[in-house]
């Protein structure tokens, strides 16, 4: 087999990944609530290489069912693997509120709003399918152990959050009247949808921590991911809030401008606890040899959406200590997209990425540090 063939072969859903922490770099960075110089320009460049990586994606993606249709479908079968199939449908999106916060600059305003209402639509319709289907086959099918949990699992849920936040950009591009109307609700229902599915499944890796410890594998940045619905939840509630001026009652909308803050600063705090005891996990794993791998990519996507959301309370509050935190916040994502994307690079090249897995290696196992003698 060809060296061409065998990472075609390899391929899986988790790659998208890398469309997702590139994009939000440019997205984060269109909407800082500073104004670096070349930012902007930046933000662009960012923008189109994550729109490129996209088609390149999607294109190996196609080929792949064509061509290996048995190891494609062995995804939706593997416990690990098959809950990042959700990353596809964020990847759309993150690209399509791209196109609508950057890329109007580079392909007109016209082709930037089409563009996101085609990528956002797929990217629902795919988000909608994953949060129903993934779950559904946890439930019936896959076997998993006690200790399974892992940050991973959110990965099929959290789409409908990114539809939220990425649907309210569009609302403003929408006729008034009763479409629109239905496109904020909708936003809503799709927020509680993935919050409380969130919710859920971080108890479930709070627990799972608690009770058995880390994998102490390059599993670990995955509980970054944690990170996703919260940041990305306080980030919808702010631009839905601002949004709802335009489809319902000025005493509604007014609510909803208040429940961004209500929400979002409480959110916001457990997302700081959350980065502390993820990074603590992290650095100790990494100080044991964690080895690089894909799953590198958790540092990336989430840790933006806490810059977005902390952009929306800077914009809803006024307050200056959130203007700081979210370039604080920036700053680091921009030093691990910039690692994380140098070692993909490096790992694509050498083809290290692409290796089988192991056969038979069985479930990954949690563990805990030996009682001291």
């Not at 290996?68 to 759309?92: D, E």
């Amino acid at each position: 087999m060809t060296t061409e063939a065998a990472r075609l072969q390899n391929f899986g859903p988790n790659w998208f990944a890398s469309v997702m922490g590139t994009g939000i770099v440019a997205t984060a960075g269109a909407t800082l609530p500073i104004h670096a110089p070349g930012l902007h320009v930046f933000s662009r460049v960012v923008w189109v290489v994550a729109a490129a990586l996209l088609v390149v994606l999607l294109v190996a993606v196609t080929v792949q069912w064509f061509r290996h249709p048995t190891v494609a479908r062995a995804h939706s079968r593997n416990p690990q693997m098959a809950h990042f199939y959700g990353a596809a449908p964020m990847a759309l999106m993150t690209v399509g509120s791209g196109a609508v916060l950057i890329g109007k600059d580079l392909i007109g305003a016209r082709i930037a709003v089409d563009l996101a209402w085609v990528l956002w639509t797929a990217g629902t319709i795919g988000g909608l399918f994953t949060a129903a289907t993934i779950p559904f086959l946890m439930f019936t099918q896959l076997n998993v152990e006690p200790d399974a949990a892992f940050g991973g699992w959110l990965m099929p849920v959290v789409p409908p959050m990114v539809s939220a936040a990425a649907g309210a950009l569009l609302i403003p591009h929408m006729a008034p009247g009763t479409g629109r109307t239905t496109m904020l609700y909708g936003c809503y229902a799709m927020f509680g949808l993935s919050l409380i599915a969130a919710l859920i499944i971080i108890s479930m890796i709070w627990s799972r921590l608690a009770l058995y410890g880390t994998s102490g594998t390059a599993r670990v940045p995955t509980l970054w991911i944690v990170l996703g619905p919260l940041g990305q939840g306080i980030t919808a509630a702010g631009l839905l809030g601002t949004a709802a001026a335009l489809a319902v009652p000025p005493e509604l909308a007014n609510a909803m401008n208040v429940f961004a803050i209500l929400f979002g600063v409480p959110v916001w705090g457990f997302a700081m606890l959350w980065i502390v005891l993820a990074a603590e996990l992290t650095v100790r794993t990494l100080r044991r040899g964690m080895p690089f791998a894909l799953t590198w990519w958790s540092l990336t996507f989430p840790v933006g959406t806490f810059v977005t959301g902390t952009t929306q309370l800077a914009v809803h509050t006024g307050l200056p200590a959130f203007k700081v935190a979210a370039v604080i916040a920036y700053a680091g994502l921009l030093g691990t997209w910039g690692l994380v994307a140098v070692r993909t690079a490096r790992g694509s090249v050498q083809g290290n990425l692409f290796a089988a897995p192991p056969a038979n290696a069985g479930p990954i196992k949690a563990y805990k540090d030996p009682p001291p003698a």
